[in-house]
């Protein structure tokens, strides 16, 4: 068995050496993935064409290929890049295949062009089958809960079944040679309808229910006579579909458990039957039975790597399946029936030397078995010993001779139709030879008959392929064939017969023309006189008076006897008529078909006889005429009986002599001078015709060329005289058009001028309305600023008025803190200070009080208009005020504080010397009293003394002021100390945190305004300089010591 590994290759061949025609496996083909060697794709599904050569195949990577058996050949066609569900070819553009996908879509592509033809979407579900029509326009998609009926011509959706999810379908497919469609359920109901109506025709009667078939797998018979089903049992139960009724049911061995796939064996020689059923159970088994004897013929798959789904050829020659591994294996069915080649035994045991009316009575001749009532019981399948099915193109078995069959063929007068080509195999013991008969077909078509359509046209081309392999074969085998006129003639029933089988054909008409063909070629190129005069001394001694009626219509034996023989009575009979007088001929000595050409022309004597004109007898021997065939052949036998020795042709010609095996044997019974002579004489027939045609062709492309050229030329000073005139003709239209023109240039200026002017107006309208809409939004916006700033003026105000208001009152308390300090310092000076420090006191309260004093707040008007030039910044002159405004206040501010820091300097320079002074005459006093006292008079005196000492500290922001007092009476010193800070701690607290919130709502007006219209930074910073904070002086410290 070879294995094929096509890997990522796109084509190439399928297998490497020609498999033997004794194997049953042909080829074993895998798809290895790339860097994997040891992993392999799976192949899912495979559908054979119409001509059952070459095949599809998809693998679980969306990949298709065509496997062309008669070429050896494969080919990726297609990357779906998804899995297929199902494959279909069509059948009216056999380039076509429609491929159902993973994604429930429908795609028909091209084989030859790759390209994509439709795109079919409907389905909800996998698609599980695809069923084309007959005629190629419509196909059938099936899903578990809808089928489909698509137009393949317009790839529209026709019609669509879909039914209840409890009743699944398990498929819908048209039948064969028919316009009936039948659907199964899973409900094992089966309807039949019909496809151009779609209406009801049948129904299937369904088992009864305790003895469900459960159908799973359905296959029609290629007539569409006979329907298998089978599911889950080991029952397959056959319907009649003319009768629409159960014919049989079919028990499997034991070990078929569930049937999962049902497929028909097609064979060329039972006329659509098909005998055979093929039936693939769970155990991935392969058993093909013959459903009319019950005998199981052969199987094939193994346990170890079973097969999951199989697809057979419509010629009935290769079975596909597709393997658990995932490869593909390709089997022949003429390997595996070759061990098996025998006739029904029935047909030879019946038949007896002594009986000659006896009647084959086979079992397997018997019609199927039926039965009153619908019940069947299932019949046993006993495998036979040696299963194989009965081809009937193989050898002959030993114990069917040749002389029993004739003995038969005397008895019926002809073969069966079901095994006579079997028979004919075996009378003619073809040798098989199939390489040398593939030698002869690999040199190609013979030059002889390249052109033979033309000679011998043929409606069906595969006919038309056929016979010219054949003949082309016969003219490789031996050059007289090139040569012969009559051959096509010859050969073509047998091609027409064996058109499945060239070996066999080619065989066939060998063997006929080695044996039944003698002396034909001895007097090449004309006719064979030598036989023909045979042919015409059998005549004349069996009917005299007939052959002289012939010669005296100058009719001789090329006219009666030459076209029967060239032909072999392919045109004088009709096809049943024909095949049963060869069957007398293959089982009779070669004399025996012209023994049977002049018995055509003595069973025709009396319409002969009546013909007189050489016309009328090349017609009549031309066509066919009413003639028993039975008749015929019965004086043929009488002519080979009664014959004299001396000119029987039997003494002219050779007996039977087969062919030989291995290579076929020399056929140069002809003059070979002659057909050299016609072959070099064609050959230079045929150079000198090639030379002819090629001089023909130049000269007729000389003369076309000169034709051409001519014309050229004529229609050149046509063209020119027309370009003339249109010339002329232009120029006037021409000028027409610009003097058109003209006089529209100036209406579509006037019309531009009006529609200027229109749009000018427009335009000044639209900007004034424009302007009027900007300013009514610019008043809109200057009442909502206005608003908004009268508002905030209106909070400043608010706001202002408080905080002055709580620093009149911080001031008013101050103020009478102040008083009461200086009421009571008043009472102290008056009891304890001589009147003459009096004005000195005096001037230090005012000093003090000076300190005390705060800050004067800054101007109400100076704030409001800062106010108003941050929030009204959008006009120009509103920013220059306020800027100028800002600008004297900030010079005002400074002189002021330029002025109280001179008068500061003052202030402390004085106090300074002052107490300079007041040190040095304090140092005198104390100098002159008593240590550790205060001064005493000499004459100890009451002496009232005062000492007083002040310190003031002054620390900004807070100032504390201490005063010290010491009083001095009698000798007794009393010290007082007074602070002018009860309280102060607090009030300033409450007076830096209110001043802290104005600074915060200056600061937050300020931000606004210079959103509303941005400041320099320099007038940002010169109106935030304008107000200096209140409490904040200049740090002084003085010391005062009284």
Not at 562 to 590: M, Q
Not at 676 to 686: K, L, P, T
């Amino acid at each position: 068995m070879q294995t094929t590994d096509i890997g990522a290759k796109e084509e190439g061949k399928i297998w490497q050496r020609k498999p033997a025609p004794s194997s049953v496996v042909v080829v074993s083909v895998i798809r290895s993935l790339a860097g994997h060697r040891s992993k392999t794709a799976r192949f899912l599904h495979v559908a054979f064409d119409v001509t059952g050569e070459s095949f599809l195949a998809g693998d679980h990577h969306g990949n298709i290929y065509v496997f062309d058996l008669s070429r050896n050949r494969f080919k990726l066609v297609q990357k779906t890049g998804q899995a297929c569900t199902a494959l279909a070819f069509g059948l009216r553009r056999t380039t076509e295949y429609l491929v159902a996908l993973a994604d429930y879509s429908i795609k028909c592509f091209d084989k030859d062009t790759k390209q994509l033809v439709s795109w079919m979407r409907g389905h909800d579900g996998a698609v599980s089958s695809i069923s084309v029509h007959g005629s190629g326009r419509y196909a059938i998609t099936t899903s578990a809960d809808t089928a489909q009926l698509w137009d393949l011509e317009t790839f529209q959706r026709k019609r669509k079944l879909s039914v209840q999810r409890a009743v699944g379908i398990q498929k819908v497919f048209f039948l064969p040679l028919s316009n009936t469609i039948l659907s199964c359920f899973s409900d094992d109901s089966i309807f039949a309808w019909d496809s151009d109506t779609l209406q009801c025709k049948h129904q299937l009667p369904v088992p009864e229910e305790g003895s469900r078939p459960r159908y799973r797998a359905f296959a029609v018979s290629r007539d569409g006579r006979l329907l298998a089903a089978g599911g889950r049992s080991s029952v397959v139960h056959l319907w009649c579909l003319d009768n629409w009724q159960l014919l049989k049911a079919v028990q499997m061995p034991p070990k078929v458990r569930t049937v999962r796939q049902l497929e028909f064996v097609s064979d060329s020689f039972d006329r659509g039957s098909s005998q055979i059923l093929g039936v693939l159970s769970q155990d991935g088994i392969v058993q093909f039975i013959n459903i009319q004897t019950l005998k199981l013929l052969f199987e094939v798959g193994s346990p170890h790597n079973g097969i999951t789904s199989v697809a057979i050829g419509p010629n009935g020659r290769h079975v596909v399946g597709v393997m658990e591994s995932g490869g593909l294996n390709v089997y022949s069915v003429q390997a595996l029936t070759q061990h098996v080649n025998k006739p029904p035994a029935p047909l030879v045991k019946v038949v007896t030397e002594s009986d000659r009316t006896a009647k084959v009575r086979s079992a397997a001749g018997r019609g199927p078995v039926r039965t009153s009532s619908h019940t069947v019981h299932p019949r046993s399948l006993r495998p036979l010993a040696v299963s194989a099915p009965e081809d009937k193109e193989n050898e002959l078995p030993d114990e069917l001779n040749k002389k029993r069959l004739q003995k038969l063929l005397k008895t019926f007068g002809e073969y069966p139709a079901k095994y006579r080509m079997f028979i004919w195999r075996s009378l003619l013991q073809l040798p098989e030879n199939f390489s040398a008969f593939s030698s002869l077909t690999d040199k190609g078509r013979h030059a002889a008959f390249v052109t033979l359509h033309q000679r011998y046209p043929i409606k069906s081309q595969r006919l038309q392929r056929g016979l010219q392999r054949v003949l082309s074969a016969l003219a490789h085998w031996s050059a007289i064939f090139g040569e012969t006129d009559y051959l096509p003639l010859l050969a073509f029933p047998f091609v027409k017969l064996f058109h499945n089988n060239p070996l066999i054909c080619f065989e066939v008409v060998a063997t006929v023309i080695v044996n039944w063909c003698q002396h034909w070629f001895e007097y090449f190129p004309n006719p064979p006189l030598n036989v023909l005069s045979v042919a015409e001394n059998v005549l004349a001694h069996h009917d005299k008076e007939l052959l002289q009626h012939l010669v005296n219509c100058g009719v001789t034996s090329q006219v009666y006897a030459w076209p029967l023989l060239e032909t072999l009575f392919s045109e004088a009979l009709t096809r049943d008529e024909w095949l049963k007088l060869f069957d007398n001929v293959f089982s009779n000595h070669p004399s025996f078909l012209l023994m049977a050409v002049v018995a055509y022309v003595t069973c025709s004597r009396a319409p002969l006889l009546l013909c007189t004109q050489r016309e009328d007898f090349e017609y009549f021997f031309h066509h066919r005429n009413n003639l028993d065939i039975d008749a015929l052949i019965k004086e043929t036998y009488r002519f080979m009986e009664s014959t004299p020795a001396e000119l029987h042709p039997r003494s002219t010609l050779d007996d039977f002599e087969p062919l030989t095996k291995g290579l076929y044997p020399v056929f140069n019974k002809y003059p070979t001078f002659i057909v050299e002579y016609y072959s070099q004489e064609r050959d230079r027939i045929r150079r000198e015709e090639a030379e002819y045609l090629r001089e023909r062709q130049q000269v007729q492309e000389l003369q076309a060329e000169a034709v051409r050229r001519q014309a050229e030329d004529e229609a050149w000073h046509v063209q020119q005289e027309l370009l003339r005139e249109a010339e002329e003709q232009r120029r006037r239209t021409l000028q027409e058009e610009e003097a058109r023109l003209t006089q529209q240039r100036v209406r579509l200026t006037a019309m531009k001028r009006e529609l200027k002017a229109k749009e000018l107006q427009l335009m000044d309208a639209t900007r004034r309305r424009f302007l009027q809409h900007q300013q009514e939004q610019k008043r809109a916006e200057l009442r909502r600023l206005d608003d908004e700033i009268r508002r905030k003026m209106s909070l400043r105000q608010e706001e202002t008025a408080a905080a002055v208001q709580e620093l009149e009152v911080r001031q008013m308390e101050l103020e009478a803190q102040r008083r009461l300090f200086e009421q009571e310092l008043a009472k102290e000076q008056d009891r304890v200070v001589m009147p003459v420090a009096l004005p000195r006191r005096r001037s230090e309260y005012d000093w003090l009080s000076w300190v005390f004093h705060p800050s004067p707040p800054p101007p109400q008007g100076l704030q409001e208009s800062l106010a108003k030039a941050g929030l009204q910044s959008q006009g120009a002159e509103w920013r220059a005020a306020a800027l100028e405004r800002m600008n004297r206040a900030e010079q005002e501010q400074e002189e002021h504080q330029q002025r109280l820091a001179a008068l500061s300097r003052e202030a402390c320079s004085s106090e300074h010397r002052l107490t300079c002074t007041m040190q040095q005459v304090e140092g005198m006093k104390v100098r002159a009293l008593p240590a550790g006292g205060c001064p005493v008079s000499a004459g100890n005196t009451p002496v009232l003394h005062l000492c007083m000492k002040t310190d003031i500290i002054l620390i900004a922001p807070m100032s504390v002021v201490t005063i010290k007092l010491c009083v001095c009476t009698n000798g007794v010193c009393v010290s007082y100390k007074i602070s002018l800070d009860r309280g102060r701690s607090e009030l300033d607290s409450q007076e830096r945190q209110l001043m802290q919130d104005i600074r915060d709502l200056r600061l937050k007006l300020a931000a606004r305004a210079k959103n509303a219209m941005p400041l320099s930074s320099a007038s940002v910073r010169a109106a935030q300089g304008t107000v200096p904070s209140v409490g904040q002086e200049p740090s002084r410290q003085c010391g005062l010591d009284l």
